[in-house]
């Protein structure tokens, strides 16, 4: 399916740094979730929002639904190195909720 | 959170022979789940969306008779990769949809290595 536009694709931080990625789409989503990914293993569930402009905090960790339906970001504050990984959007649309994720962030962080 | 479990979480078998995938919600019901492929450094990609008690849905270009789903509980899927070449071999992974309390949410299991020798 189609995906989202996810970026940056990559990013390289130093340990301490503030982290931003942002999915975007021209379609509208019911649903945003952020991911996030470890080598070899299966994306586990950062944060999940339901609502338009909802802003929504995990830890170190802040997501928002845009207030046009359209897109989502995720920040990172204060990284530290288990914060390397592979993060991914997704957003749910339509009444079956389909789904659709973006291609990825690859974060790497330096101590 | 939910529970979303896969067995195994890496098999090898032979060419041309078959291997089952399973996918297990431990802790919430699930009547729908999804089945994807991931290759090295790629996203996911959507195979098949399982749906308890009915046939699965095919993403376009997934060949149904080779990767065979099965929804027979609301806890359980099942992938059966038939006739499997080396090509199969990748990174499976399931995500099965928690209706509940959760609200609508996607949990994934911890994704299944496949090498076909």
């Known amino acids: 399916g189609q995906q989202l536009n996810q970026s940056p694709q990559s990013m390289f931080i130093q340990e301490g740094e503030d982290v931003s990625m942002n999915c975007t789409s021209s379609?509208?989503?019911?649903?945003w979730l952020w991911y996030k990914q470890d080598p070899g293993e299966g994306p586990v569930l950062l944060i999940a929002l339901y609502k338009a402009g909802e802003l929504t905090s995990n830890g170190r960790l802040t997501a928002q639904f845009g207030i046009t339906r359209k897109d989502s970001f995720l920040n990172i504050s204060a990284s530290i190195p288990s914060d390397v990984g592979i993060y991914f959007c997704a957003g749910q649309k339509g009444r079956n909720n389909d789904m659709r994720f973006g291609a990825g962030t690859r974060l790497t962080v330096k101590p | 959170g939910a529970v979303v479990s896969q067995h195994p979480s890496w098999v090898i078998c032979k060419s041309g022979t078959s291997v089952k995938i399973e996918c297990r919600s431990l802790?919430?019901?699930?009547?729908?789940m999804f089945w994807y492929r991931q290759f090295p450094k790629q996203s996911l990609m959507l195979m098949a969306t399982?749906?308890?008690?009915?046939?699965?849905?095919?993403e376009q270009g997934v060949e149904k008779d080779k990767f065979l789903i099965n929804h027979a509980s609301l806890t359980l899927s099942t992938l059966t990769v038939t006739s499997a070449h080396p090509e199969d071999s990748s990174f499976y992974i399931c995500?099965?949809?928690?209706?509940?309390?959760?609200?609508?949410?996607?949990?994934f299991g911890e994704g299944s290595w496949l090498t076909v020798v």
């Open positions: 379609s509208i989503f019911n649903t």
């Open positions: 995500s099965a949809r928690d209706m509940g309390n959760s609200g609508n949410t996607i949990y």
């Open positions: 399982s749906n308890e008690g009915s046939k699965a849905t095919y």
């Open positions: 802790d919430f019901q699930a009547t729908t």
